[in-house]
């Protein structure tokens, strides 16, 4: 089971350099769509999975806070033969802390977060629990 989540996070972060290192042909060019992001990793995924024997993985591209496009490939538990699916629950473990930490540095670059704010200042709704 390690193993698995250990090829699954391998998986995220192949395709996660994968999609911010895009050709220039791709990224840098205004006519360019989501189609061909798509049509990209659509490519890309499969043969990733089998360069790191990665049984399934699922994954989804948000554009303006909606779901773009979901695709799942392959097996979510290859002994019982269950497929895949956009749906299929998956543990995200610490792959998160990084795309969050990406993610906070993508908003800093664009002057939308101060690091030296508290982060109650952006996020109000969630509060820290308790410490035990």
Known sequence: MIKKIQSLILLILLIFATVTTLPV???AQEDKSLDDLIAHL???IPDLMNSYNIPGVAI???EDGEAAWVQAYGYADLEEGRIMTGDTYCRVQSIS?????W???KLVEQGK???DNPYSQY???WIFPASI
């Open 113 to 115: 977060v101060d690091l």
């Open 103 to 105: 993610g906070v540095m």
């Open 42 to 44: 659509e490519q890309r």
């Open 60 to 62: 989804a591209l948000v």
């Open 25 to 27: 042909s791709v990224t």
């Open 97 to 101: 802390k990084s795309v969050t930490a």
């Open 123 to 125: 996020i109000t709704e």
